[in-house]
């Protein structure tokens, strides 16, 4: 795998979640949306190649989740638990707000932890990256996992002050 399938990789995980709350949103049974996430999965994973890292993958997935949900949506119309067409386009613009409110969180939260000193940053990326824990960099730093869990509170405590104030100067800008 190349670096940029390394980065797909990560984002397709990343966004599983905010993937699957987009489609249960359209889609009010968990078994159809569990299949309809599947079935995104698999477009997204064949059409990786026409995704520019870099650009907001969220909205892009989120296109492709939308065609799925309709897709299956044609497939339920036989069901009396369908919602009509003026409540789904309405539940579609919702979620397009609420996408896109995500990504103002997640270009916010990106700037904060670039504004963390170095060491704290680092911090960052270590417990969250894959297979870190409190406990490992504990050991690795010879202080008590409650230290560490002290710090990390804090400097999580700084990021979501860093994006209230972020948000608050979107809005008044």
């Not at 390394?6 to 984002?11: A, G, S």
């Not at 397709?12 to 709350?21: F, K, R």
């Not at 932890?113 to 870190?132: H, I, M, T």
């Not at 010879?142 to 809005?171: D, F, P, W």
Request: with cysteine; proline share 1%.
């Amino acid at each position: 795998m190349d670096r940029q399938s390394d980065q797909f990789v990560q984002l397709l995980t990343a966004h599983q979640s905010s993937l699957y709350a987009a489609i249960y949103a359209l889609l009010p049974d968990r078994t159809a949306a569990r299949d309809v996430l599947q079935e995104t999965n698999l477009t997204l994973w064949h059409k990786a190649d026409d995704f520019e890292v870099g650009t907001h993958f969220m909205a892009w997935a989120g296109r492709i989740a939308h065609y799925h949900v309709l897709n299956a949506r044609r497939k339920m119309r036989r069901d009396r638990l369908v919602f009509d067409d003026e409540l789904f386009e309405s539940l579609v613009e919702l979620q397009a707000e609420r996408l896109e409110g995500e990504d103002q969180r997640e270009r916010a939260l990106l700037k904060c932890l670039g504004n963390l000193p170095q060491g704290q940053r680092n911090l960052v990326e270590r417990r969250y990256a894959s297979g870190g824990s409190v406990q490992k960099i504990a050991e690795e730093e010879g202080k008590s996992v409650g230290a560490i869990s002290q710090t990390l509170y804090r400097i999580r405590e700084a990021l979501l002050n860093c994006m209230h104030q972020s948000s608050v100067q979107e809005v008044q800008s």
